[in-house]
């Protein structure tokens, strides 16, 4: 029998997509529609379906969620390129990593397919992508358009369904079980990720957290995608999304090609949009190219192109009218909201917006990538060889020519943690078999070197260079651009490890992709790692101690204090707290107990009786006592997202109290430890007379005013920075610290004396003189010398406020023995 092709194929394809479920089907109602919300569950079992029933998607379990739950990347395209993934592949990997000729090079980006990342879920509260991400898969994999047979045939694109698990059923059970009622919009009030929450995409080069190990790996050791599509929801209202290019300043770092490939992509969208008379899309505003380390930016530093969306929301499912009478004349840059302008050519006029529309937004957003890259499929490929052989060409005649990690480090432990963490994001690190010389100095074989004459070059020396933030002003006398993130983030300087700049090029024999393994933990008091030493120990029921000098003691007859295994309590409020979270993951990573705590704890007192030391992470003081207040709402329009308020269910409103506060006191005077941080100590300066005053605000009331520490009026500006700092070693909280650090600073605190008879330790202080080491800042000389980290004798007991962050979203680990000292000395029996 003699088949008729032209007419059997048709028929076929109908066949194929029958059988593949929509999401309506298998949901039983479609996602996106109002007051409902998908789940973990639902959504990865949809994508298995689709798996199952269709020969041009493959599903791939990918890494496991801190919880616990399974990651998984769909990769889609034809047949045909599903067949030979493993092939296209290692041409992305050659390519990416300039393992190849100029010839083979263009050979290999012939044959290959562009790879293309989209992701969904990040920011659990943000849900539409989440709710998308079913759509864009059957429209992929159903379609027979010419142009999503295009996407099919010249690309492989990597959808990431659910990139944050955990965090898509804590908020859909959380919506779930107030929708209907008066608190349909409450926050959340929880973290939605362990240890960070929002922060989760913060963590990009510091890879402290599974979700983004497990993400990392696949991204720069794996696949090398050449388009990085992060979905966001937080456009500045009333835009309807935010898409490239994006706002000033440019981290010099980031390859131009890179940037104007970035652009193009941002043009295709803008265009897309235009031709679908999809209104209010925005470009150029607040979300800037200086900063690394979101999962959009950190890409950038490896050739690729990270693209960062962000469409609007109102509240989970829940639609939302917006007369046009509630739209401003101007968004924040002062750009007008209701005539076209460049950077916002069709302006929005209000009207309703549902999470279907949000859905709508993203699906065009997504088929613009698709098209452009479809269409520049060879073009995305070769130039990811380019660019990566450039820099490699580029490091290899100096200038500097590598970064050397030398074998004497003040902290072995965190100088490996360190190099773990850039091997573990593509970067070369290679190990000295003999003794070298480069520059003036011999580095003894062993020694770790990084040379710049790699593939990711970029990211290799933003992350060891100092930053220097450009000072962009509004018109000659205007005040300096912030930063959208932070300013400055210098891995080595943060982390406390020596890193040699060799500028020019030297000999040695190195050996090549060596494994860094983990530092034992150890004895020596400057290690980070001797704070697990210590918790193993005293589990084991072993005598630990600290002499007089700081040295660790097993001798108690050694011992200047004797320690024992903490009794710590934090303060968890029912306002999410990322702070309070980072906080968790320092205490986890060094093995120290604590319990959490809320405000019945404080109201029901006898503190003492079950704590040696109460921590604050940072949250304004009044925020502390009140929380949100029962029958009020909380948060409300804003020019970011025009969220309502919301009205919180009764059970997560308040604070500690008046009735608290006197609790936390009497902790204090019978012999309790009471540390904070930032903004925290506006508390305790409020309300218990220690003798220190916040010099950077107008009077002791204010204290602790602003999320970041800050208090209203401060000369001193610190957006994000790092600054140098002096300590004294010779005090329990300084033990096993140089006299010369650097700090983590959000800028806010900065402590004087009020009573001189008051016994009052200044254990770290602002540097005199040469301040910032990396970032930017503005008005030191109100801070130069003053106290940064204070210890207040009160009563029988203590407090110990930090004036900067000592564990900032985990990554200034050349602080965390100030947060670790602490908690154990608020234990510890002195003995001499």
Known sequence: MVFRLATFLPSLVLVISAAVPSPKEHFGFDPGDDYKLADYAQVTSYFQKLAKESDRIKLIEFGR?????????????????????????EISRRLALGRATRQEAMQLAKEGKAIVWIDSGLHATEVAPVQQAPHLAYRLLTDE??????????????????????????????????????????????????????????????????????VTKLMFQDWFPQIVYNQHQAPPFPARIFVPPYAEPLNPNIPAAVMEGIHQIGA????????????????????????????????????????????????????HDYPATELPERFANGIPTKVPSIFYQNPWKGGKWTLRDAIEYMLTADFAILDLASSRSEQFLFKAWDLANRNIEMGKSGGPYAYVVPMKQWDDSSATE???????????????????????????????????????????VDLMEAQKYPEIRDGSGGGVKRPYDIAGWTLSMQMGVQVDRIEDVFKADLEPNVKILDSPASMDHRENSSFVATAEMLDAGKNVGWAADGKIVTDLKQAAY???????????????????????????????????????????????????????????????????????TDGGPSSSSRRAPSLQRPEFTGGIGAKGAAALEEFVQNGGTLITFGAATGLPLQMMPIGVRNSLVRNTAAAGDGEEGGGGGAAFLSPGSLLRITVDPKHPIGFG?????????????????????RDVSMVARYAKSKL???????????????????????????????????????????TFKLLLNSIYLGSATHLK
Do not use: C
């Open 65 to 89: 969620s801190s919880e616990g739950r399974p990651m998984y990347v769909a990769f889609i395209s034809n047949k045909e390129n599903l067949a030979k993934l493993d092939r296209y592949k």
């Open 145 to 214: 358009s010419d142009e999503v047979k295009r996407f099919r045939d010249k690309t492989i694109l990597m959808q990431i369904p659910v990139i944050n698990p955990d965090g898509l059923d804590h908020v859909a059970n959380w919506y779930r079980s107030n929708v209907g009622t008066p608190y349909e919009r409450a926050n959340l009030t929880k973290l939605y990720q362990k240890y960070a929450g929002h922060d989760n995409n913060r963590d990009w080069f510091m890879l402290n957290l599974q979700e983004t190990r497990n």
């Open 268 to 319: 295709t969208m803008k265009e897309r949009f235009a031709r679908e008379n999809k209104p209010g899309v925005l470009s150029y505003w607040g979300f800037d190219g200086w900063w690394n380390g979101g999962l959009r930016s950190v890409p950038a530093f490896h050739n690729m192109h990270g693209i960062l969306t962000e469409t609007a929301g109102y509240s989970y499912a829940t639609p």
């Open 418 to 460: 360190m190099l773990k963490r850039l091997q573990m994001a593509g970067i070369e690190v290679e190990r000295a078999r003999a003794e070298f010389q480069a520059g003036p100095k011999s580095y003894a074989a062993g020694t770790y070197v990084m040379r710049t004459g790699q593939p990711f070059r970029s990211y290799l």
């Open 562 to 632: 004797q320690l024992k295994k903490p009794r710590l309590a934090m303060y968890e409020p029912w306002t999410a707290n990322m702070d309070l979270g980072w906080t968790q993951w320092v205490l986890d990573t060094y093995k120290v107990p604590y319990t959490l705590i809320h405000n019945e704890d404080f109201q029901n007192g006898k503190l003492r009786e079950r704590f040696d030391t109460v921590l604050f992470a940072t949250q304004a003081a009044d925020s502390i006592l009140h929380g949100i207040r029962a029958g009020a």
């Open 737 to 757: 610290m140089p006299e010369e650090a650097i700090a983590f600073s959000s800028g806010g605190e900065a402590f004087d004396l009020t009573d001189g008879d």
């Open 772 to 814: 910032l080491a990396s970032g930017w800042i503005s008005g030191e000389r109100a801070v130069l010398g003053k106290g940064l980290l204070a210890e207040a004798r009160y009563g029988k007991g203590r407090v110990i406020l930090f004036g900067f962050r000592p564990q900032h979203r985990g990554q200034p680990f050349g």
